[in-house]
């Protein structure tokens, strides 16, 4: 069972002006069953299978140097995600906005570059174990790409939405 969180963390409409201008992650879902400590001991760096291609044309390893996991998740850098790496914990990174029903799916295709409308760039992201889907969130953000400025800050703050600060009181044991 998945559940969006409350309406303060959940919809995130989380507007921070940054160098790369205005940003916005919604559509927040978090397992209420996965503790995200299991992403902090799984070891460096973090399989990342990215989806679609940049507004701004950047390669596949200029988009996996700028996705870094938050600092309290050990600053992970990302590494291309390998067969091997489909069952085991990953993060899917997606230029266009895929449903969250179908992120982690070991088919799932992307959109066009970039997604969104001109100007914006949605990307979606999740984290996920095989076909199942722990977290996932998307992200509006004027950024075009890796080569932007205020693109590591964007999808910092899309990667802290997903991988929220958790207690052990937040984590609900499986019955």
């Known amino acids: 069972m998945r559940f969006a969180l409350t309406a303060a963390s959940a919809l995130m409409l989380s507007a921070c002006a940054a160098a790369g201008g205005l940003n916005m992650v919604h559509t927040v879902i978090v397992d209420p069953y996965f503790g995200i400590s299991e992403v902090a001991v799984t070891g460096a760096p973090m399989p990342t ?4 291609a940049p507004r701004d044309g950047a390669s596949l ?11 309290r998740l050990g600053a992970r850098p990302a590494r291309a995600e390998t067969p091997d790496d489909f069952r085991g914990l990953r993060v899917v990174f997606a230029y266009a906005p895929l449903p969250a029903s179908r992120i982690c799916e070991a088919d799932a295709a992307g959109g066009a570059a970039g997604g969104g409308k001109i100007g914006v760039t949605e990307i979606s992201a999740a984290l996920c174990r ?13 950024a075009a790409g890796p080569t932007d400025p205020g693109f590591r800050g964007a999808v910092l703050q899309l990667f802290g939405a997903i991988m929220p600060h958790q207690t052990e009181e937040f984590i609900r044991p499986r019955r």
């Open 49 to 52: 299978r990215v989806i679609g």
């Open 61 to 71: 390893d200029q988009t996996l140097a700028a996705l870094t996991l938050p600092a």
């Open 130 to 142: 095989g076909d199942r889907q722990y977290s996932y969130g998307i992200l509006r953000t004027q």
